[in-house]
C-alpha cells in the first residue's frame, strides 16, 4: 500500500555559498525521497532558502545590494548545485515568496487573536549577529554562550509566543513518540534539557526601527517577524502553495490535509532546539498535528578541522562534482559516516573509497561482465541453465536486500544501507572468482558459462535498482548496459524479482564507470609530491576530464616512507611471533575520565576479548559497533587507566587523521590475517 511522503531540508540561509553540510542534508532528503518514488508512494519534498533577517540584511549591506537583489542572487547558487547533485527536490520554497508571507500572517493572526501572543517590555541581553536573547544566567562573561561575540543591553517592546505553557506537553509528545526526535542521544539531549530548566517565552518580533528585512507584524506595523518563526512556518505553508495536487485536487486545503504533518524534517544538530521546541510549540498553539520526525545529523570537520571561511579549508561541493561526478560525492557523504554522527571529510579517504568501492568493486564488475558477454555470447544476454549452489547463494543474496533496506532507510541509516547493498556486489565478485568465467571459456564450457553471465547481468540489475536513489546516474549506466530499459519508470515492487532480464536482451556497454583516481605515486613519478598536503580537493586533477578519463591527483594515498638507510629487517619467523587476527566488536564504550580511550567487547571467533584503545577522539562508540578489525591477539595484557585490556587493535594514523584497519570483506571472526 502506498502512503504519502513528504521530506523537508532546512532552508538555507541566503548570506553565504552553500557547501558540504547543506549538500549532505539535501543529499540525505533526496535518496529518501527518491526511494518513496521507487516504491511508488506519493512524495513530496521540499528544500529552499531563508532570505528575511539581520544576518541576510547584514550581508547584503555589505555587499551594496537590496536584501532581496542579495537573496536573488545567492538563492540561484543553492538551486544550481541542487541540480549538478541531481537532488529531484519536488519545490523550492524562498521565505519572499507572497504566499508564503500570507500564511505567516495569517498563522501570527489566529495566534494573536486566540491570546497566545502578548506585548510585552524586554530588558535583557540581545546577540545581535545570531538575533538571539539571552538570559542573565545564559550569557558568558559579557559573551553570546552560543557565538562568543559580546553581547547588547537592551530595552525595546516585544511581542512574545506564550511557549513556556506547552512544556509539559511537549514533553509528554516526546515520551510517548520515539521516534520523534531522532537518533536517540539528540532525543536525550533536549529531553534531558526539557525536563530540567524552565521554558520562557519566545520573542518573535524585531522593532522596524532596528530591523526592517522582514515580514510585518499583520497586528502591528511597526514590527517584522522573527526570522525563526517566519522560517519555521515554510514546511507549513508550502503544502497549500507548493505541493502536488493531492488526489487530483489543486484545492490548497485538500493540499494542506493530505501532505501535513511532514514525515521528516532533516536537520543539523545546530538546529534541533529551534525545530523540536520553538516549531512544536507552535503548532500546538496552532492546533497543528507535529512532524512525525525531525531527524538532527551530525557535523562535517575537513581533515579534523571546523570549516571556515578564514582557514580556507571550506569543501566546495560544486568542485568535487565537477572532478569526480555527482554520484561518487553522495556515496561518499552517506557511506563515510553514520547518519547523526559527526564526520570528517579528507581527500584521502574519498579516494580511498572511491578507488576500492566504486572503481574496483562495482566499475569492474560491471565491465567484466560487459567484456564477457560481448566477447563469448555476441553482445547478448545468454538464458540461464541449472541453478547451482553459488548460483542460489548469490540470487539469495539480491532477494535479501528489500528487507535490509526499507529497514535501513525507515531508520535513515544511510551507511548501513549502503553497507548491505554492497554486500551483492561483494557476493558478485566473490561468484566470478568461484566461477572462473574464463576458465569455462577456455573448457568450451558455454551452458555453464551462459548461466554465469546472466547471472551476473541479474546482480547488476539489482544492484542498480538498489543503488539508484543514492547513485541515480551510475544506476541508469548499469541499467541500460544489461540490456533494459525504462529506467525512469522502474517500481520496486515488480523490478526486485529475480530474473526480469530478458534471454537475448542487447547489452550496451558505456565508458567506465568510475575511472580510478591515479595518485602521484601510482604513476611513479616520485613520492615527494604524493605526500604534499592536499590543498584543495581538486587537486592535481585533470580539470577537462570531467571524470570520464583517468584522473591524477596529488592528494595522499596511504603514506608509505621511502627511508635512505636500510631499516632493520625481520625474518618471517619473527612475524610469525605475532598471532594478527580478526575480530568484531560487539560493544563499545568510552572509558571513564579519558577522551581517548574506548572499552571495546572484540568476538575473536573462539572467544569475547576486552581490548581498550586510544581511538576515542576519531571514533564515537556507536561508530565502532559491528566494525570488523584487526587484533593483536597474543599481547599480554596491560592496564590502561585501571582497565584491562587483553590484545590491542591496529590503527593507522597520520597527521590528525586516525584511521582503524579493517578487512575490506567481512569475515569469519578469529579468522588469521597473515
Ligand atoms: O540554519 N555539517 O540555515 P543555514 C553538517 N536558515 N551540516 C551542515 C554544516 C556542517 N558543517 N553546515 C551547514 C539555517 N549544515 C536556517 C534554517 S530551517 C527552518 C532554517 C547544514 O544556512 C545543516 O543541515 O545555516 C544545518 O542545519 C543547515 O545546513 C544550516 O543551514
Redesign the pocket.
Known amino acids: 500500500m502506498s502512503t504519502k511522503f513528504y521530506i523537508t531540508?532546512?532552508?538555507?540561509?541566503v548570506n553565504?555559498v552553500p557547501?558540504?553540510?547543506?549538500a549532505?542534508?539535501t543529499i540525505a532528503a533526496d535518496v529518501m525521497a527518491r526511494y518513496h518514488r521507487l516504491k511508488g508512494d506519493p512524495v513530496f519534498f521540499l528544500t529552499g532558502t531563508?532570505e528575511h533577517g539581520q544576518k541576510v540584511e547584514k550581508a547584503a549591506r555589505e555587499r551594496g545590494r537590496t536584501p532581496k537583489e542579495h537573496a536573488d542572487l545567492l538563492s540561484v547558487n543553492f538551486r544550481k548545485l541542487w541540480e549538478k547533485l541531481e537532488i529531484t527536490h519536488d519545490a523550492f520554497i524562498r521565505t519572499t515568496d507572497m504566499e508564503h508571507i500570507a500564511v505567516v500572517q495569517e498563522l501570527l493572526q489566529a495566534l494573536f487573536d486566540k491570546g497566545e501572543i502578548e506585548r510585552r517590555t524586554y530588558e535583557g541581553w540581545y546577540c545581535t549577529p545570531d538575533e538571539r536573547f539571552w538570559t542573565e544566567k545564559e550569557i558568558v562573561e559579557g559573551k553570546c554562550p552560543d557565538c562568543g561575540r559580546p553581547v547588547e543591553q537592551i530595552k525595546e517592546d516585544n511581542y512574545f509566543f506564550l511557549m513556556s505553557k506547552y512544556q509539559e506537553r511537549l514533553i509528554g509528545h516526546i515520551q510517548r513518540h520515539p521516534d520523534f526526535i531522532r537518533p536517540e542521544s539528540r532525543r536525550n539531549e533536549v529531553l534531558g534539557f526539557l525536563t530540567t530548566q524552565k521554558l520562557g517565552d519566545l520573542c518573535i518580533s524585531r522593532p522596524k526601527a532596528r530591523l526592517a528585512w522582514g515580514i510585518e507584524l499583520p497586528f502591528d506595523r511597526d514590527f517584522v517577524t522573527y526570522v525563526?518563526f517566519d522560517?519555521?512556518v515554510?514546511?507549513y505553508s508550502a503544502t497549500r502553495y507548493l505541493s502536488p495536487a493531492a488526489g487530483g485536487s489543486q484545492d490548497p486545503g485538500a493540499r494542506e490535509r493530505f501532505w501535513w504533518p511532514a514525515d521528516h524534517h532533516?536537520?543539523?544538530?545546530?538546529?534541533l532546539t529551534?525545530?523540536s521546541v520553538y516549531w512544536s510549540t507552535m503548532l500546538m498553539a496552532l492546533d497543528r498535528p507535529l512532524p512525525r520526525n525531525i531527524f538532527a545529523?551530525?557535523?562535517?570537520?575537513r581533515d579534523g578541522r571546523k570549516?571556515s571561511k578564514s582557514l580556507g579549508n571550506v569543501i566546495d561541493p560544486n568542485e568535487v562534482v565537477d572532478t569526480y561526478g555527482a554520484d561518487a560525492f553522495r556515496y561518499f557523504v552517506l557511506r563515510e559516516v553514520p547518519f547523526g554522527l559527526d564526520g570528517d571529510f579528507s581527500t584521502e579517504t574519498f579516494i580511498t573509497r572511491f578507488n576500492t568501492e566504486l572503481a574496483n568493486d562495482l566499475g569492474n564488475l560491471l565491465s567484466r561482465v560487459m567484456t564477457m558477454v560481448g566477447k563469448y555470447f555476441d553482445g547478448k544476454i545468454p538464458p540461464a541453465g541449472a541453478e547451482e549452489q553459488s548460483d542460489r547463494e548469490l540470487r539469495e543474496v539480491a532477494e535479501g536486500l528489500p528487507a535490509l533496506i526499507e529497514a535501513d532507510l525507515a531508520h535513515l541509516t544511510f551507511n548501513k544501507y549502503l553497507q548491505d547493498a554492497w554486500q551483492l556486489v561483494t557476493r558478485a565478485n566473490r561468484y566470478v572468482e568461484e566461477n572462473a568465467p574464463w576458465t569455462l571459456a577456455k573448457k568450451n564450457d558455454m551452458a555453464r558459462l551462459a548461466t554465469v553471465m546472466y547471472n551476473l547481468a541479474e546482480a547488476l540489475r539489482l544492484i542498480a535498482l538498489h543503488l539508484a536513489p543514492v547513485v541515480p546516474g551510475t544506476a541508469r549506466k548499469i541499467w541500460t548496459a544489461v540490456g533494459m530499459d525504462g529506467f525512469d519508470q522502474v517500481r520496486l515492487a515488480e523490478e526486485r524479482q529475480w530474473g526480469r532480464i530478458a534471454a537475448g536482451a542487447a547489452i550496451k556497454p558505456g565508458a567506465q564507470l568510475f575511472p580510478r583516481i591515479e595518485t602521484r605515486k601510482d604513476t611513479g613519478r616520485g613520492s615527494e609530491r604524493m605526500n604534499a598536503p592536499d590543498k584543495s580537493i581538486r587537486g592535481q586533477a585533470d580539470k577537462s576530464n570531467k571524470g570520464e578519463k583517468r584522473m591524477e591527483t596529488g592528494a595522499a594515498a596511504p603514506k608509505i616512507e621511502q627511508t635512505t638507510t636500510a631499516p632493520e629487517l625481520i625474518g618471517i619467523e619473527e612475524f610469525a611471533k605475532v598471532q594478527l587476527r580478526v575480530g568484531k566488536i560487539v560493544a563499545a564504550e568510552r572509558v571513564e575520565k579519558s577522551d581517548k580511550l574506548v572499552k571495546l567487547k572484540v568476538d575473536i571467533g573462539t572467544e569475547t576479548r576486552q581490548v581498550v584503545a586510544g581511538i576515542g577522539k576519531a571514533y564515537a562508540p556507536e561508530q565502532l559497533l559491528d566494525k570488523q578489525i584487526v587484533i593483536v591477539a597474543n599481547l599480554k595484557p596491560a592496564k590502561l587507566m585501571g582497565v584491562e585490556s587483553q590484545g590491542m587493535l591496529l590503527a593507522a594514523s597520520s597527521g590528525d587523521i586516525l584511521s582503524v584497519v579493517t578487512p575490506d570483506k567481512e569475515i569469519a571472526p578469529g579468522s588469521k590475517v597473515k
Open positions: 531540508t532546512p532552508i538555507y540561509y553565504d557547501h558540504i553540510g547543506h549532505y542534508t531563508d525563526w522560517a519555521l515554510n514546511y532533516l536537520v543539523g544538530k545546530d538546529i529551534t525545530h545529523h551530525g557535523w562535517w570537520t570549516m
